[in-house]
C-alpha cells in the first residue's frame, strides 16, 4: 500500500501477536496472525468502527522515543562540540534534532551536513554517568523549521562497550 489513505495511522512491529491501540476511541486490543504481516493493512475498530491504517515498522532495531542532550561534532572539524537533542534511538543509530549553526549550517541557514557525512556524538543514557561516544553517518536530514534541522544518524562500528549500553538503556 504505496498511497497512504486519509485515514489514522497506527505503526507496529510485526508479530504473530500484535499490540494495538485504537487513535480514536484509546481501546486496547490484540491482532493475532498465524504468521507476522509483511505489507501495511487496514482494521476496523470493533468499538468505534473507524477504519484505522496499520503502518509495518520495517526498521531492523526497535527504536525509543527519547529526549536526551548530545554533543556533535563534524568528523575532521576543528570546532568545537555542538549541543543537540536525541528525539530517538536504537540499537542502529539515533535521530538528533539540532539548531541551525555552523558547522551544520552556513550563514544563511543552508545546511552544509549532508548525507554520508560523518560525526562524532558524545551522550549520556540514563541511568548510567559515563558519556557514551560513537561515530555516525548521516543518512536522513530535514530540515523541521527555518531554526532546526534533525538528522538521521546510523551508528558506524560502534565497540562493544558502546553497543551494551545502548542495548541495556533499550531494554529499560
Do not use: H, W
Not at 18 to 34: A, D, N, Q, S
Amino acid at each position: 500500500m504505496a498511497n497512504i489513505p486519509k485515514l489514522p495511522v497506527i505503526t507496529v512491529y510485526p508479530s504473530t501477536e500484535i499490540p494495538v491501540v485504537c487513535p480514536c476511541c484509546g481501546v486496547k486490543g490484540k491482532l493475532k496472525r498465524e504468521y507476522p504481516p509483511e505489507k501495511d493493512f487496514i482494521i476496523t475498530c470493533p468499538k468505534c468502527k473507524q477504519q484505522v491504517f496499520v503502518r509495518i515498522n520495517a526498521r531492523e532495531f526497535y527504536r525509543k522515543d527519547v529526549t536526551i542532550e548530545a554533543y556533535y561534532q563534524l568528523k575532521d572539524s576543528n570546532r568545537p562540540a555542538i549541543k543537540g537533542n536525541i528525539l530517538n534511538i536504537s540499537r542502529g543509530g539515533l535521530r538528533l534534532k539540532c539548531l541551525k549553526v555552523a558547522p551544520v549550517c552556513d550563514r544563511t541557514g543552508n545546511v552544509r551536513s549532508r548525507i554520508g557525512s560523518v560525526m562524532s556524538l558524545r551522550f549520556v543514557l540514563p541511568p548510567k554517568e559515563e558519556p557514551v561516544r560513537v561515530f555516525g553517518e548521516i543518512v536522513s536530514v530535514v530540515e523541521e523549521t527555518d531554526k532546526t534541522v534533525t538528522f538521521g544518524v546510523k551508528f558506524k562500528n560502534p565497540g562493544e562497550y558502546e553497543e551494551m549500553q545502548i542495548g541495556f538503556f533499550l531494554q529499560s
